[in-house]
Nanobody, 115 residues
């Protein structure tokens, strides 16, 4: 069983930065996409950014130009978040989806943007 563990969340002032990381407990094969989702209170979970293993990236319009998704191997992915806004406040989840449609989710990490 693969486990995804997020880290790097916390409280930051508007305009600040955070870097989220997601570590897999073991290598995941046959990956289709890796990404980050978020869920704010009272709202549905939404895609923030994802990428393919070949490096193609996709971002939600609300974070384009501010967030950057990256990976450093088959087990770790990151989300650099700059110019944070209060509306970025949410629980952020790491996701890995394989070509066999298996979906792995992390437990989530809280990001709060507030002065």
């Amino acid at each position: 069983q693969v486990q995804l563990v997020e880290s790097g969340g916390g409280l930051v002032q508007p305009g600040g930065s955070l870097r989220l990381s997601c570590a897999a407990s073991r290598s995941i094969f046959n990956i289709n996409r890796m990404g980050w989702y978020r869920q704010a209170p009272g709202k549905q979970r939404e895609l923030v950014a994802d990428m393919t293993t070949s490096g193609y990236t996709n971002y939600a319009d609300s974070v384009k130009g501010r967030f950057t998704i990256s990976r450093d191997n088959a087990k770790n992915i990151h989300l650099q978040m700059n110019s944070l806004k209060p509306e970025d406040t949410a629980v952020y989840y790491c996701n890995v989806r394989t070509y066999s449609t298996v979906n792995y989710w992390g437990q989530g990490t809280q990001v709060t943007v507030s002065s």
